[in-house]
């Protein structure tokens, strides 16, 4: 690896880092917004389907992420 690759990739881990702490706070914000039970359903759905994946593939498909269509305005 030469001196400038090395340098290269510090800077880039250096500001990973510094996304990944930018972020952590605004996730915290946002799971502690979410209901309690709504939380908890999600955990036993991920448990079940971490469990199930081998014999029903399918059963990863609460992964999928589901989003409503927004309305688009031209401003």
């Known amino acids: 690896m030469t ?3 090395a340098i ?9 880092q ?3 702490m930018s ?3 605004a996730f915290v914000e946002l799971d ?3 209901p309690v039970e709504l939380h908890e359903l999600w955990a036993q759905q991920e448990k079940l389907a971490l469990e199930n994946r ?10 999928e992420v589901q989003l409503e269509k927004g309305i688009y305005l031209l401003g």
């Open 18 to 20: 510094e996304a990944l």
């Open 54 to 63: 081998a014999t029903d593939p399918k059963s990863m498909d609460i992964f």
């Open 23 to 25: 972020t952590e706070g």
């Open 3 to 5: 001196y400038c690759t």
């Open 8 to 16: 290269s990739l510090k800077r880039k881990l250096k500001n990973a």
């Open 32 to 34: 502690m917004r979410v």
